[in-house]
Structure formats: structure tokens, C-alpha cells
């Protein structure tokens, strides 16, 4: 079984910061993309940013230059920093893993959980 826990969301200010982290357990040979997603209240669940096992990453034009997505290979981890963050940013985060081997399984599509963003005034 495969879990993604992620930490670190919050509620900011308008410009402030924030630094998003997913860690996936569960004896983890592979993980091919991490990925955040995002879904505020009333919209549809959409993509923040990817990074690929490779190291590309892929971000959302309304995120682009002010996120940063990052992984820590040896730690199943991904990043996502949060900065110039503004009111249209508040969502539930959620990260993912497009593709997962683990215990000699291919599983497909592991969500986390979610974490709550918010920037107000």
C-alpha cells in the first residue's frame, strides 16, 4: 500500500510564502511523476505543477515563476514553494504520483490526503 502524507499548508497573507512537502512510504522501488494538484471550492481539481523522474518539471501558467516544484529522490519527496501568493491560490492541495512500483506492483494514480491553503487579508 502506498501513502502520500503532505504538510505545510497554512493560512498566509497576500505576497507571503508558503512551502508545501508530500513524502510517499510503503516499499517504494520507483516512482515515476509527483505532481500537485489544487481544487478551491466550487471549481474543479487542477494542475499546480509535475516533476518527472527525470527532473522536468511542468507548471500551470497561473502558477509559473512565482512556485517552484522540487523532489527529493532519496527521500520520496516532493516540494512545492509557494511564493507571491495570492487570494486566488486558496485550494485544498493535493499531491499525487502519476505511477508508483512498490512490493512488485505498478499502481497508478496515488492521491494524498490534501492540505488546506489560504491567503487572506
Known amino acids: 500500500q502506498v501513502q502520500l502524507v503532505e504538510s505545510g499548508g497554512g493560512l498566509v497573507q497576500p505576497g507571503e510564502s508558503l512551502r508545501l512537502s508530500c513524502a510517499a512510504s510503503g516499499s517504494i522501488s520507483t516512482i515515476y511523476t509527483m505532481g500537485w494538484y489544487r481544487q478551491a471550492p466550487g471549481k474543479e481539481r487542477e494542475l499546480v505543477a509535475t516533476v518527472t523522474s527525470g527532473g522536468f518539471s511542468n507548471y500551470a501558467d497561473s502558477v509559473n515563476r512565482r512556485f517552484t516544484i522540487s523532489r527529493d529522490y532519496a527521500k520520496n519527496t516532493v516540494y512545492l514553494q509557494m511564493n507571491s501568493l495570492k487570494p486566488e491560490d486558496t485550494a485544498v492541495y493535493y499531491c499525487?504520483?502519476?505511477?508508483?512500483?512498490?512490493?512488485?506492483?505498478?499502481?497508478?494514480?496515488?492521491w494524498g490526503q490534501g492540505t488546506q491553503v489560504t491567503v487572506s487579508s
Open positions: 499525487n504520483v502519476n505511477r508508483v512500483v512498490s512490493g512488485g506492483i505498478i499502481r497508478y494514480d496515488v
